[in-house]
């Protein structure tokens, strides 16, 4: 049986305040619908994406950046794929939707 593929997040930088992760994602792969503790920031380094927000669906890509506010349901869909760097601080928390 084969499995669907999923998102690729690596860990980057850590400072005192903030982290950074490099995300990416082909088409095809299902990132899970959450919400977060606290805003943070997806910049698109390659690619095209679309945060799916309750209210807005923004596409993104290369060179653009957004603020993803806290507590909002969102999700991140490949269009068709990406690369993006996600900054956000340490003690930043995710809820995932059942």
Same mark, same amino acid.
């Given at each position: 049986?084969?499995?669907?593929?999923?998102?690729?997040?690596?860990? #980057?930088?850590? *400072? /005192?305040?903030?982290?950074?992760?490099?995300?990416?994602?082909? %088409?095809? +792969?299902?990132? =899970?619908?959450?919400?977060?503790?606290?805003?943070?920031?997806?910049?698109?380094?390659?690619?095209?994406?679309?945060?799916?927000?309750?209210?807005?669906?923004?596409? #993104?890509?290369? *060179? /653009?950046?957004?603020?993803?506010?806290?507590?909002?349901?969102? %999700?991140? +869909?490949?269009? =068709?794929?990406?690369?993006?760097?996600?900054?956000?601080?340490?003690?930043?928390?995710?809820?995932?939707?059942?």
């Amino acid at each position: 049986m084969a499995t669907a593929p999923r998102p690729q997040v690596t860990p #980057l930088e850590e *400072g /005192e305040l903030f982290d950074t992760k490099r995300m990416e994602a082909a %088409e095809g +792969v299902q990132w =899970p619908r959450h919400r977060a503790s606290a805003e943070s920031v997806l910049v698109v380094t390659e690619g095209q994406l679309i945060v799916d927000f309750p209210d807005t669906q923004p596409t #993104l890509s290369a *060179g /653009e950046s957004i603020v993803v506010p806290a507590d909002v349901y969102h %999700e991140i +869909v490949p269009n =068709p794929a990406f690369k993006a760097i996600h900054i956000m601080p340490k003690d930043i928390r995710f809820t995932f939707s059942s």
